[in-house]
């Protein structure tokens, strides 16, 4: 199936907005888990350096997914750029637009 009769303009337009506010959303994030970690010179009692420390963990854990899901909605964004979106990259088959709606860096059909 050819990918340009399965997707409208405005669904792949819709598609597009929506990786784009997940990119922003994904930098905000980011940007926070970078801003609140904690300085040593705050550290002033063991019970507080523990809790500090058990928050940087969490922060670096968000950090590490949030980075993973980065790549994968820059990658849908670079198969916009070059006319692949919307089709499996190992099948070619076409992916539908309710997968994509629910995921929109989807790299193959359901169950593909």
């Known amino acids: ?33 970078e801003t609140t970690s904690p300085r040593p010179e705050q550290e002033t009692e063991f019970e507080e350096a523990a809790q500090r420390q058990t928050e940087q963990e969490q922060g670096l854990e968000v950090a590490a997914r949030e980075r993973a899901l980065l790549v994968e909605v820059e990658r849908a964004l670079a198969k916009f750029a070059a006319g692949t979106y919307g089709t499996g990259e190992h099948t070619g088959a076409a992916i539908t637009y309710e997968r994509l709606l629910a995921v929109p860096w989807a790299r193959e059909p359901a169950g593909g």
């Open 1 to 33: 199936m050819d990918m340009a009769s399965t997707l409208t303009k405005q669904q792949l337009e819709n598609l597009r907005r929506r990786l784009e506010q997940e990119r922003a959303r994904i930098l905000r994030v980011l940007e926070s888990v």
